[in-house]
């Protein structure tokens, strides 16, 4: 394959990612799904934990539950904001 062809199969594959993400965001499912699984990552939580016997360990795997959620806050901000609003208004009262 050459360069050409991989670079319009990368952005193919973006393309179908963002229309993929679209889709999940743009139902009441999906956000509740999303709202969870940032919940979930803990991204707006201190990852220091005083009381930890092992906390350089506790925090590397906070840390990258943390990357996730970043991440998926990413592809909400380039794909589709403002169903961000819309999930927190929705899940969160």
Known sequence: MDAESQKEARSLKREQFASDFRWLMNDPRGRRLVSKFLSDTRMFATTYNPLSKQPE??????????????????DIGAICPEQYFLMMKENNG
């Open 57 to 74: 360990l506790e925090m590397a795997f906070a840390e990258g539950l943390k990357n996730l959620g970043y991440r998926v806050m990413a």
